[in-house]
Antibody, heavy 121, light 107 residues
Framework: QVQLQQSGPGLVKPSQTLSLTCAVS??????????WNWIRQSPSRGLEWLGR?????????DYAVSVKSRIIINPDTSKNQFSLQLHSVTPEDTAVYYC???????????WGQGTLVTVSS | DIQMTQSPSSLSASVGDRVTITCRAS??????LNWYQQKSGKAPKLLIY???SLQSGVPSRFSGSGSGTDFTLTISSLQPEDFATYYC?????????FGPGTKVDIK
């Protein structure tokens, strides 16, 4: 059974960096058939895909245009996890952040439990 | 980006009712359409993928249909545990986008 377990702070100050980690069990982040995604949800923006990392003989990343200049998603194969860093956050980045497995065109079939991140001083 | 719309945005129904939710894509997405159920405070749960394939473990009262731009999620006989918000999502092209959701509550 695949499980994704998220960790990270729930409060970030404006202009600082949001950092979350998603630990994977039951699958490998280095899988040649999976992709590892970050998705957020807010009342104003709904469910919004942010980006992904995946391995196909080498590592690739894709990011949403809306956050492309501020986001980094990195795999950590030694711990079988992946991370999200979102720089220069503003209150508009306040949302519940989810990690999820899914390689297009496959759906997001396994999700983390979600982390409410509030951007506030 | 492909825009996804859903109707209705909310509905009230009774246990045992047949419920239908519609999702429309701004361009053809073939059958690359997925449905999720989300309960309050929880992550979305995959119900239907590729427009009509039932995810393992999901009750057979859930079904999906459609192709191209118009899709439907049907709950044949609404159960108490089905009161939730339902989202469609396209996996045809990047970025993968979600509909705004349909909230199903108790009449």
């Amino acid at each position: 059974q695949v499980q994704l377990q998220q960790s990270g702070p729930g409060l970030v100050k404006p202009s600082q960096t949001l950092s979350l980690t998603c630990a994977v069990s039951g699958d490998s982040v280095s899988s040649n058939s999976a992709a590892w995604n970050w998705i957020r949800q807010s009342p104003s923006r709904g469910l919004e895909w942010l980006g992904r990392t995946y391995y196909r003989s080498k590592w690739y990343n894709d990011y949403a245009v809306s956050v492309k200049s501020r986001i980094i998603i990195n795999p950590d194969t030694s711990k079988n996890q992946f991370s999200l860093q979102l720089h220069s956050v503003t209150p508009e980045d306040t949302a519940v952040y989810y990690c999820a497995r899914g390689a297009a065109p496959a759906p997001f079939d396994y999700w983390g439990q979600g982390t409410l991140v509030t951007v506030s001083s | 980006d492909i825009q996804m719309t859903q109707s209705p945005s909310s509905l009230s129904a009774s246990v045992g009712d047949r419920v239908t939710i519609t999702c429309r894509a701004s361009q053809s997405i073939s059958s690359y359409l997925n449905w999720y159920q989300q309960k309050s405070g929880k992550a979305p749960k995959l119900l239907i993928y590729a427009a009509s394939s039932l995810q393992s473990g999901v009750p057979s009262r859930f079904s999906g249909s459609g192709s191209g731009t118009d899709f439907t999620l049907t709950i044949s006989s609404l159960q108490p545990e089905d009161f939730a918000t339902y989202y469609c999502q396209q996996s045809y092209s990047a970025p993968r986008t979600f509909g705004p959701g349909t909230k199903v509550d108790i009449k």
